[in-house]
């Protein structure tokens, strides 16, 4: 699993410690081999926030063994947060316009729970739709 560990997200000891193979951003740089950034919009409830995150990490990293994966993680500020699950996101999240101005490579997008019966009267539909279209620009 070429997962390079990139940034101090907490999620990357977690799958060392699950035998999963992380690359140290050190050995990375030294590799010879095609990097692919991909960012997770995760707008999972705050209960499954860092599960989530782990699940496609997994998901990614175990599909490819000649790539390096790069996993930029980043959320929609209008989803109501938790202090710590918006802790987490602001320690660890890239914002969007981080997102856009480095590119990638694919996208995923996690489910949110919807409180309206139309998904245009969801607080995140504005911003979600900007990425939507932003991603089909660039992809």
Request: charged share 20%; proline share 4%; aromatic share 10%.
């Amino acid at each position: 699993m070429p997962l390079v560990a990139f940034s101090k997200l907490p999620t990357f000891q977690r799958l060392l410690d699950e035998q999963h193979d992380v690359l140290s951003l050190e050995k990375a740089t030294h590799q010879d081999i095609r990097e692919q950034h991909i960012g997770i919009l995760n707008m999972m409830p705050d209960a499954s926030l860092q599960a989530t995150e782990r699940q496609f990490m997994r998901l990614v990293g175990d599909c490819n063994q000649i790539v390096q994966f790069y996993i930029h993680l980043f959320t929609i500020p209008d989803i109501k947060r938790g202090k710590q699950a918006q802790d987490w996101i602001e320690q660890y999240y890239e914002d969007f316009e981080s997102i856009k101005q480095n590119g990638l490579d694919a996208l995923i997008i996690t489910g949110a729970n919807p409180a309206s019966e139309h998904l245009e009267q969801e607080s995140f539909w504005p911003m979600l739709t900007q990425v939507i279209d932003w991603a089909k620009s660039i992809m």
